[in-house]
């Protein structure tokens, strides 16, 4: 059973187009976390978010916490081929002592010139 | 070196070898992780440290044996793997394991077991 649903999972786009990654649960998450990898490297943190509701802004993209921190979402404004990757969401179940981090299955990001 | 570092980059192993991943993280943290990313995959958790305890062993094989002789240093030890154990292998590591805590990954390993 997948417990955080990532999608879609491929996006080829335009530069210059929105779009919008969802990352689903049934399960409740104290805190949330995006990354991005590009090919042959690890991933590379982009923002933490942990209050149902919260918003967070990196630039051009806008990362949003669930008011029942079950969902989250990262929307791109107008992209560029830098933005290009895979896009993975991650998230905590419980406060632990273990830092159990679950992931997604992640979001592959392609956009062309 | 700054962040996380792993070495070597790249392995091509026989399933009779042994063979180590090395981990080192300069952040000054005191919780490491290994990781296995597979293709088509969510990232797999495998084993967690924190101040050198081991926290966490996700029913990992006994083929994998993780040592981690200080905060800042983290070995995977492979002898007789499988072919469907070639992955990326990833360390990160956090200030603390902890509910709120920021993982930091290296570059990752590529295995290939023949």
């Known amino acids: 059973t997948q417990l955080l649903e990532q999608s879609p999972q491929f996006l080829s786009i335009q530069e210059g187009e929105n779009l919008t990654v969802y990352c689903n649960s049934s399960s409740v998450f104290s805190s949330l976390q995006w990354y991005r990898q590009e090919p042959g490297e690890g991933p590379v943190l982009l923002v933490t978010v942990v209050t149902g509701g919260e918003v967070k802004k990196l630039k051009r993209l806008t990362f949003q916490f669930g008011d029942a921190r079950k969902d989250s979402s990262l929307h791109i404004t107008a992209a560029q081929p830098g933005d290009t990757g895979l896009y993975l969401c991650a998230g905590i179940t419980r406060p632990s002592n273990t830092g159990k981090l679950i992931f997604g299955q992640g979001t592959t990001l392609q956009v062309k010139p | 070196e700054t962040g996380v570092t792993q070495t070597p980059r790249h392995l091509v192993m026989g399933m009779t070898n042994k063979k180590s991943l090395k981990c080192e993280q300069h952040l000054g943290h005191n919780a490491m992780y290994w990781y296995k990313q597979s293709a088509k995959k969510p990232l797999e958790l495998m084993f967690v440290y924190n101040f050198k305890e081991q926290t966490e062993n996700n029913s990992v094989p006994s083929r994998f044996s993780p040592e981690c002789p200080n905060s800042s240093h983290l070995f995977l030890h492979l002898h007789t793997l499988q072919p469907e154990d070639s992955a990326l292998y990833l360390c990160?590591?956090?200030?603390?394991?902890?509910?709120?805590?920021?993982?930091?990954f290296g570059p990752g390993t590529r295995l290939t077991v023949t």
């Open positions: 990160a590591s956090s200030h603390r394991a902890g509910h709120t805590d920021e993982q930091y």
